[in-house]
């Protein structure tokens, strides 16, 4: 406070230790997190394809029990993307329905 | 000592240590309580290969004892739940909760090692008398009522179980229990029975009511044995029956919806249970012997990675006083650890590469779709994107990271970390040194390897698009805020809509009943009235009769006395 301005207080728990760990509050971390998953999406696609789907390679083969998780690219990538976002927009819709005060049965 | 040895029944180290382990004074009944599990099991252990203890009763064969390959993984994967939840539990100085935990993983493994169905029902019945206690621990009204409503649902799947018993004795003229299936009238109450603690779809709501209402350690307790008691149960009896792929489908998919919306994250778990058990419940309706391996290997792994989560929950319940989402968050900061091993717990769940969701999980799907179960396999697709938003996401993220809620608890006890770090540990090993778990497997002999390209790499895929998709809807505000709230599941049929029907009925009878009585009365009082004038001095018989008519009643009486006494 005493001019030190913008100097945060020290994180310290309900015994007053100090805390060390604060990774996930610095300014990058969301956005490399982020990054990071779009990066591995990006690459198991590409992987997917050229690897798999272009035919460019002798021995390579996807092996999957039904022709389309071995014909369509990131199947089960795309699968998963829908799957989450059906169930997330559904789930809100269902709450609308059943969700009641917090005391509800009390 | 061998023949002592054979004598003791599996489980009846545990139940009856426990009894013994609660006359010890403090911490030494812990520390009692963390040696029964491991003392138990070198016993298991120790048993001969397809050991069975029978006798004679009357004219049938009781087979107290019978472990082969399938009670042995289930027996060997209850010990060490036992283990972890008696380790975890250190701090508990409540003979009450540590008498009912311990007879309660005894009384689970002594169901699994029956090798006949009365037994068995014993043992089942004993697994709800025991663990009632862990919810009535909480000594709360709330608590006190919750634990009832388990009880009676506990106990009416036992009374099913004994009825298909003996429907099934009468049919088949055995109570020996193996392969029952649908075909017997005895089979289907059973398979109901077996169903209730499965927690088949309309069946399911006594986890989500009672779970969360448990004590902190008392829901770790709680989340190894019944359910999975009961697929131990359908793995043995109904193996290849049909109907249970699309029963165990559904179970798989509808509490992905609930869990999303579900604020108490400890509920949460409750329904990424459910589900769980959907997809082992697939496996035994598939029944091939790869499936049965992966219904079996998948119960081995998730009571390790569900009892992490619970661990995680049940410590930030016992720093902070809640495991509601709306008032967590940012929590890593002064509990790194249990974040670690939250989040270990919750890629073995999401079944990442590596962790022992992968290793287990993928046998159940191969299984499904080498059978050419279409449907169910992309069910059981969509299940998987579902558990990693609950389980792999959800439960982390608003917990330990989200916004911060301001909350700065102590990092979780020593001897919680000890448990978490120990399942933590099998999750990880699992999904890498997954031998050992597969020459547990009931059928050794079928060949199945985890890892290869294909399986890795589309494995990621599903994943991290899914993960994707939580950060697209993340960052453009759709996905659902935690809100302070009650979910209504079918509990609400009999805590609401039944409590309500009876209440409009009762006061419907009393009006009736009351009118009914009112109009009784009149007519009564009228009747009453009638007699009354009759008998009173103006009336008929209120008239002083003569001698003679008294003395012409007593002849006739006396000669009907004489004519019907001499004839």
Known sequence: ???????????????????????????????????????????????????????????????????????????????????????????????KLIMREEGYYD | MTDLLLAIPPG?????????????????????????????????????????????????????????????????????????????????????????????????????????LITLFVYWELTALTSVFLIWAGRTEKSYKVGLRYLIIQVTSGVLLLAGALSLYSDVGTIHFGHIGIETFGGQLILLSFGIKAAFPLLHNWVQDAYPEATVTGTVWLSAFTTQLAIYSLCRGYAGTEILIPIGAIMTAFPVFYAVIENDLRRVLAYSLNNQLGFMVVAVGIGTDLAINGAAAHAFAHILYKGLLFMSMGAVLYRTGTAKGSELGGLYKTMPFTTFFCMVGAASISAF?????????????????????????????????????????????????????????????????????????????????YEPLYALLPYPDVEYTPYNLTHVVTQVQLLMFSTLAFIVLWQTGLYPPELRSTVLDTDWIYRRAIPRVVGVAQKGMTYAFNAANAQFEQVFNLGVFWLAKKHRPPGVLGEPWPTGDTALFAVIILAATLVMYYT
């Not at chain 1, 089960?76 to 709450?95: D, E, Y």
């Not at chain 2, 739940?81 to 508990?92: D, G, I, K, R």
């Not at chain 2, 996401?393 to 006890?413: L, Q, T």
Request: proline share 4%; net charge negative.
């Open chain 2, 12 to 116: 009846m180290i545990l139940i009856v240590g426990a009894f013994l382990a609660a006359l010890l004074p403090g911490k030494l009944r812990a520390i009692a309580g963390i040696a029964l599990p491991i003392l138990g099991f070198a016993h298991l252990y120790g048993l001969p290969d397809d050991y069975t203890w029978t006798f004679q009763l009357f004219d049938t064969t009781i087979e107290l004892v019978r472990v082969d390959r399938l009670a042995f993984i289930f027996g060997t994967i209850f010990h060490l739940a036992a283990f972890l939840s008696a380790l975890y539990a250190y701090h508990v100085d409540d003979r009450v909760q540590q008498i009912a935990g311990l007879s309660y993983a005894g009384a689970a493994i002594g169901a699994v090692c029956a090798g006949d």
């Open chain 2, 353 to 433: 590469p590596l962790m022992s969701g992968f290793v287990t999980k993928s046998m159940i799907l191969t299984a499904a779709a080498d059978e050419h179960h279409t449907v169910a396999f992309l069910v059981l697709l969509f299940a998987s994107a579902g558990v990693l938003d609950h389980s792999g996401i959800k439960i982390p993220f608003f917990a330990f990271f989200a916004h911060d809620s301001g909350r700065r608890p102590k990092e979780a006890p020593w001897h919680m970390l000890a448990a978490m770090a120990i399942a933590a540990a099998f999750c990880f090993g699992m999904g890498v040194w």
């Open chain 1, 1 to 95: 406070m005493s001019g030190h301005h913008q100097e945060r207080e020290p994180i310290v728990n309900d015994d007053g230790a100090p805390v060390l760990i604060e990774w996930f509050d610095g300014p990058n971390v969301t956005r490399n997190v982020v990054r990071f998953v779009w990066a591995v999406c990006i690459a198991t696609f590409a992987f997917d394809l050229i690897y798999w789907q272009l035919g460019l390679f002798e021995h390579a083969h996807k092996h999957g029990h039904y022709w389309f998780e071995e014909h369509i690219p990131a199947f089960h990538g795309f699968f998963g993307f829908f799957s989450f976002i059906f169930l997330v927009l559904t789930a809100i819709q269902i709450r």
